[in-house]
């Protein structure tokens, strides 16, 4: 069994932070990072916590990068054109420098300020980030490794607020930026002769969007409407130079545009203009800037010069002034987004509203409700087709095309965080349940939520199993067990108590029968038959909360863990039989079946997992795991984490598919896979790094230390606008929500009936690590005589099936690929007869892989069909031995049946309408 896991993806939340819904840690005022398109506009950057979701909009897919910031991630940026590299600062301000593509850092970087927005230049050859009450302007790194990669060109002050909002001009040599002083400054990026910064007033409230119009646009508006005095009939003099445009909280957008006089040409004014342009190139020499060249630029109406040297001697007015809203009271803007080609205006309010209108007319073309709750971040893609918007305290991220009025994509996790998951028989589905009652459904190979099912419960659900394909159930502290059909996706069903009591564990029979849960108060368990919903046992016998509940695979025996420390083997098909009882030394909080049913494995408080013998219940042997799973001291913990080991223990474990291996994961940062024959730790994956979650430093710093404990040191939404209502007579609005610590924890693991991938529930959400990915040499049985060149030369004579077993040797998944593929329809056959019994699960392994993406469905189909009627009598003896190839098999066989039976119903109901046009036509 290989460990080579990796961290495929996170699903459970699309965008926000998980663990702060209902914990306080994200107040209403946060507006919660921004979302960005890629330059092609089909993916979309959604940060989480502290990782980043790439959402393939096309291909209707999610994938986690491989990187994670200190903390929860404030602003990302990505360059435009090539989407080189992504930029993402967390909210200590600590800069990450990534190379996208690769997924790999290439440089961490440390602001001295808060940053609160950070774009890059249309060009891609600068970025800007606010700095307090001034904006720095940094120029972009290469992709290669440096030692310093980060060099500052310039920074920009004036204004008397901190930054909210920025923006570059076209051609990137204009940068505004307006703030919380209601105020907003005109800069030139280099430094232009003559040219002094304009600061643009007129706002009531903090700016939170200013956007340039494209210059080209503006060109094109001069040459059209130019007339003798230059003005293009504003009530402004002058020729137009540029437009922009600056939105406020209250709801007012005001259009400014910068004029110039025209200077009259006469003999003089010509000597004067070239000694004016030597002036500039010189002054663009010394700068660095590359705007100048007074061989290219003849007159100041040259469309050549730059924008940067237009605004000289240019004054700035407004124009024009518009207002969402007439009640900004209740509804006040929070995002902007524009796209300068074509002037559309992106606006997203406090109460869930968003606005699209076209400037610089501002004709509403759209508005839609899209929540209940602040729309904190909007952006728009290149095509200004999708627009993404970005809700924080309710996690959701929406895709919207504005044209057709559709959604592209909706996404949102379980309100209050997610408890429990469950595998669906084939491993494509995961369903889990959450503490706000709802249970999801989600797809495991694209990582969406495809359903979600009708909020039943009025309580946390607290486990959730299939009973079918079709079937699952969950039962919650409200005291009931829904069925839900996964057809009609409604429950159907609900199994409830005789008397009131709180269901904390759920199990359902492999033929999906018979249905039982164990209860907090009073402890027992209850039985349901799934057909009927009748209650049609109730076992007792516990002194203390029935903590797990797990079937036998093969039997229908009943195994039950309590907090009374003891766990008990039911027979429920044997009326009056007394259970078969296994003594342990502290309370049971978890157990597990071995898939082949002849062993038992139980998790105590004191993380100690013992391993008992079904048949006689005897103990086999004991693994401490209490020092593997130590590790994160909690914010306000009096003691070092290794001395607080008491309080790790596993809460939740499960067995690989081959029975060898166990993973367990619990009240702490690591998951750990254990080897059960030699009692070994093999591997510990710690999942999450966010220093926004408590528990994941192991010592934490001694500056922050103090004699009445921790000081936080953390402050990302203080300085935060507030959007909440005021109450009568109150001085400032306070919607009572507080700032808290999530601890970082593993409510339950799970491996994919496949044995490719395990996933593991969290305070972040739903982890799925896969194998899938990962090309790794591991060759086996080498000889000299067996290398790639060998295995082309059996190619060539025509020795398919030796040069299969070379291949399946050198176990390379390009090279095994490239013999299977070479091989002759007809002669499929007898290569699989040659293939001998220690290479069955390999190369269903690889047949697995190779037919996940390839076009030749029916070739594939004839390798799986011989397999099976060669070695299936073999492989139904040792089904423990090939479980997991063979349910990878079935799982991509399905998916592809899936695929084509969905493409065979449209292409009959097309050719049905194209005979009956032909008819029609005929007939005529």
């Known amino acids: 069994m290989k460990f080579n896991y990796k961290l495929q993806r996170l ?14 840690i994200l107040s209403s005022s946060s507006k919660g990072a921004n979302i960005v398109f890629t330059s092609d506009g089909n993916n979309v950057l959604s940060p989480v916590g502290n990782r980043i979701q790439v959402l393939d909009l096309l291909h209707h897919s999610c994938r986690t990068l491989p990187i994670e910031a200190r903390s929860n991630i404030r602003r990302i940026a990505l360059s435009p054109n090539d989407d080189r590299l992504l930029i993402v600062v967390d909210v200590n301000s600590y800069a990450m420098l990534i190379n996208y593509h690769r997924g790999v850092i290439l440089h961490r970087f440390k602001f001295k300020r808060t940053v609160r927005v950070m774009k890059f230049s249309p060009d891609g050859s600068k970025f800007a980030v606010s700095f307090g009450k001034g904006v720095q302007v940094w120029n972009t790194p290469g992709i290669r490794r440096e030692f310093a990669p980060m060099v500052l060109h310039r920074k920009y002050t004036g204004l008397v607020g901190d930054v909210t909002t920025l923006d570059w001009s076209s051609d990137s040599t204009v940068l505004i930026a ?8 005109v800069w030139t990026v280099d430094t232009v002769k003559d040219y002094e910064p304009w600061t643009l007033i007129g706002h009531k409230k903090p700016l939170v969007g200013v956007h340039f119009e494209d210059r080209q646009k503006t060109l094109a508006e001069r040459h059209q409407f130019f007339t003798d005095d230059g003005n293009t ?40 203009s070239s000694l004016d342009l030597l002036g500039n190139d010189a002054v663009d020499f010394f700068s660095g800037s590359s705007g100048g060249n007074a061989a290219n630029k003849t007159s100041a109406q040259d469309p050549l010069t730059d924008q940067a040297h237009e605004l000289v001697k240019g004054r700035w007015g407004t124009t024009s002034r ?16 524009y ?55 309710t996690q959701q991220l929406l895709i919207w095309e504005w044209r057709s009025e559709t959604y592209i994509l909706k996404q949102s996790g379980h309100a209050y965080g997610m408890r429990c998951l469950a595998y669906s028989p084939d491993g494509i589905v995961v369903a889990t349940g959450g503490e706000d009652g709802t249970v999801k459904m989600w797809n495991s190979h694209s990582g969406f939520c495809y359903v979600t099912l009708p909020k039943s419960h009025t309580a946390a659900v607290t486990a959730v199993e299939f009973a079918n394909s079709t079937v699952v159930l969950s039962a919650s502290l409200d005291g009931t067990v829904r069925a839900h059909d996964l057809h009609r996706y409604r429950n159907f069903k609900t199994y409830t108590s005789d008397i009131p009591c709180q269901f904390i564990s759920m199990a359902v029979d492999k033929s999906g029968e018979v249905v039982c849960a164990g209860s907090a108060e009073p402890f027992r368990v209850c039985v349901w038959s799934v057909q009927t919903g009748k209650l049609t046992d109730v076992l007792t016998g516990h002194v203390g909360p029935v903590s797990a509940l797990e079937f036998h695979p093969v039997r229908g025996t009943l195994a039950s863990a309590s907090w009374d420390g003891t766990v008990k083997v039911w027979d ?11 003594e342990n030394s502290a309370d049971v909080v978890c157990l597990a079946f071995r898939p082949d049913g002849n062993e038992i494995c139980t998790g105590t408080i004191r993380g100690l997992l013992r391993f008992w013998n079904v048949e006689d219940g005897n103990l086999i042997c004991e693994i401490d795991g209490q020092k593997d799973i130590k590790g994160g001291r909690k914010f306000n913990d009096r003691m070092t984490s290794d001395n607080n080991s008491s309080s790790r223990y596993f809460t939740s474990i499960a067995y690989s598919a081959d029975g060898t291996c166990l993973l367990a994961g619990g009240n702490s940062k690591y998951v750990c896979i254990y080897e059960i024959s030699q009692q070994i730790l093999l591997k ?24 009445g404990g921790a000081v936080d040191d953390e402050h990302d939404s203080a300085d935060e606008n507030d959007f909440s209502s005021h109450l009568p007579g109150a001085q400032r609005a306070d919607d009572g929500s507080r700032k808290s610590r999530v601890e970082v924890l593993t409510m339950q693991v799970a491996f994919s009936p496949t044995g490719r991938e395990w996933s593991t529930v969290s305070t972040e959400g739903l982890h799925v690590y896969s194998l899938d990915d990962d090309m790794i040499f591991d060759p086996l049985a080498l000889t000299e005589a067996v290398t790639p060149a060998a295995v082309q030369t059996n190619l060539r004579e025509g020795k398919y099936g030796m040069a299969l077993l070379m291949s399946l040797h050198l176990n390379e998944f390009a090279l095994v690929k490239a013999v299977i593929e070479d091989t ?44 099976l009627q060669t070695h299936g009598v073999y492989m139904e003896k040792n089904r423990g031995k090939y479980l997991r190839s063979f349910r990878a098999l079935f799982r991509v066989v399905q998916s592809r049946y899936a695929d084509l039976k969905t493409i065979c119903d449209d292409n009959k109901y097309s050719l049905q309408f194209l005979e009956s046009q032909a008819n029609l036509l005929l007939g005529e």
Not at 238 to 260: M, W
Not at 368 to 390: C, D, Q, R, Y
Request: glycine letters at 8%.
């Open 824 to 867: 002759p329809y007809e002669s499929i056959g007898l290569v699989v007869k040659s293939i001998g019994r220690q290479h069955l699960g390999q190369l269903t392994q690889f047949l697995s892989k190779c037919m996940e993406d390839s076009p030749h469905v029916e070739y594939y189909l004839q390798w799986c069909l011989e397999l």
């Open 684 to 707: 510990k994956f710690q999942v999450s790094f966010n220093r926004s979650l408590d528990g994941v430093l192991d010592e934490l710093n001694s500056k922050n230390l103090a004699d």
């Open 322 to 337: 518009h207002y969402f809203s007439t009640n900004s009271n209740s509804q006040s803007v929070v995002s902007t987004s």
């Open 339 to 393: 796209s300068s080609t074509h002037s559309l205006l992106v606006v997203g309010f406090s109460n869930g509203l968003f606005g699209l209108y076209e400037l610089p007319s501002m004709s509403n073309i759209h508005t839609l409700s899209l929540s209940h709750s602040t729309i904190g971040t909007v952006s728009i893609n290149p095509s200004a087709e999708w627009l993404a918007f970005g809700c924080p305290k």
């Open 572 to 582: 429920l098909y044997k009326s009056n039989s007394v259970p078969e009882t296994f």
């Open 233 to 272: 009939g504003s009530t402004l003099a002058g020729k137009l130079v540029a437009r922009c445009y600056t939105v406020s909280e209250d709801g007012a957008i005001c259009t400014r545009e910068c004029r110039k006089e025209v200077e009259n040409t006469d003999d003089s004014g010509d000597t004067k």
């Open 11 to 24: 699903c459970g939340a699309s965008y926000g932070t998980p663990a702060a819904t209902g914990s306080g």
């Open 178 to 185: 307006g703030g919380k002083d209601c105020q907003a400054r």
